[in-house]
């Protein structure tokens, strides 16, 4: 995400650390640094109420002495907590090791979390990570603007409802394949999952989409965007004009535009009602046995969507082609991609019943 488009609470959040970061290097400027870097991990992306333990990892005393952690969360908290104290023991004498709990708000937004090592004579150590709540559903959820109204016709796998629009004989899903047995959430966050979808291999979107559902072929991609503007005809293979604005939809992320507007895209209209959003996609890495892909590198999100066609790439092993949009171009693009390895969006069709 570009910075241009960081929720505003990030900003406030920003100038309060640089003012608190300009003070403490005036105060410890000359004292000594605690060995190592601290860090803790939580998810960066939230559901509602979700209750989140983390502990901090990472320094240590130079002198085998102990330290003292404190942590905050702007906005939300008026003061620092402090989990533990440098002999070990917490604000009520218990053997401590610094982590701290804390139950994310109801409400859809981003917070900084704050930790802070410290020891008598040495300089604090710092770190921080943004997590955001988000909430899948149509109404009510982090997307909105979609133009998708829960009585619109749905189908529902896996707890999931998938809305869908005919065209040309074909029943198209309006939102992102989330099957949770395949693929990775955004960031591997699971409360992303329902939100943007989830992002397959080439391998797993063949067999991911419910019952009766399969991935579309290139040609039915080609003959879509023909059926809903008469100037998107397009060769196989090749980019399809003119039909970006018709599949895109002008929604929002928790209240922040996704799609940048660009004149040589024009007005979005979504007129195909297929709401397409820029969710990026992900280099997936190596797949671990539980199916997860821990070390999946995620790009793009705001500027790309993309979707598997059904279509292998013709004496290319390992290679099949993939659907995409671009934030500034007109047309809908085309490139191939390794079946294991790259990631992307699934939208699901079925013959017309």
């Not at 982090?142 to 529902?156: A, F, L, Q, V």
């Not at 066609?309 to 993939?322: L, P």
């Not at 992307?344 to 079925?350: A, E």
Request: net charge negative; proline share 5%.
């Amino acid at each position: 995400m570009s910075l241009r488009k960081l929720n505003p609470v990030i900003w406030v959040a920003m100038a309060m650390i640089a003012a608190v970061s300009c003070k403490k290097d005036k105060d410890d400027e000359l004292s000594p640094t605690l060995n190592g870097t601290l860090y803790f991990n939580v998810a960066e992306y939230v559901s509602p109420g979700y209750v989140a333990t983390m502990t901090p990892k990472g320094i240590k005393h130079p002198e085998g002495k102990g330290i003292g952690y404190y942590w905050k969360v702007t906005p939300g908290m008026t003061s620092a907590d402090t989990t533990r104290l440098e002999n070990g023991l917490n604000s009520q004498g218990h053997e401590s090791d610094g982590s701290f709990t804390y139950w994310f708000p109801d409400t859809l937004g981003t917070v900084n979390v704050s930790c802070y090592g410290f020891a008598k004579g040495y300089t604090s150590s710092y770190a921080s990570k943004y997590v955001t709540v988000v909430k899948p559903g149509v109404n009510g959820g982090s997307i909105t603007r979609t133009g998708i109204m829960s009585p619109d016709k749905h189908i529902e796998a896996d707890g999931i409802k998938y809305y869908y629009v005919r065209h040309n004989g074909l029943d198209w899903f309006r939102n992102n394949l989330a099957n949770p047995a395949y693929g990775a959430p955004y960031v591997n966050s699971d409360a992303m999952s329902e939100v943007f979808g989830r992002y397959y291999s080439y391998e797993e979107a063949m067999k991911a989409c419910p019952e009766g559902w399969r991935l579309p072929t290139d040609a039915e991609w080609r003959e879509l965007a023909e059926s809903i503007n008469s100037k998107s005809k397009a060769d196989e293979y090749e980019v399809i004009p003119a039909i970006a604005a018709d599949l895109m939809v002008d929604a929002l992320f928790n209240s922040n535009t996704m799609w940048e507007y660009w004149p040589e895209v024009g007005e979005i209209t979504n007129s195909s009602r297929l709401a397409i959003l820029p969710c990026g996609y992900t280099n997936l890495g190596a797949q671990a046995e539980n199916g997860s892909y821990p070390a999946a590198a995620f790009f793009g999100l705001n500027e790309y969507a993309t979707f598997w066609t059904a279509d292998r790439v013709a004496n290319e092993q390992g290679m099949a082609y993939y659907r995409y949009l671009i934030t500034d171009q007109p047309g809908m693009q085309i490139s191939k991609g390794d079946v294991n390895s790259l990631g992307v969006s699934v939208r699901c069709v079925r013959e017309a019943e």
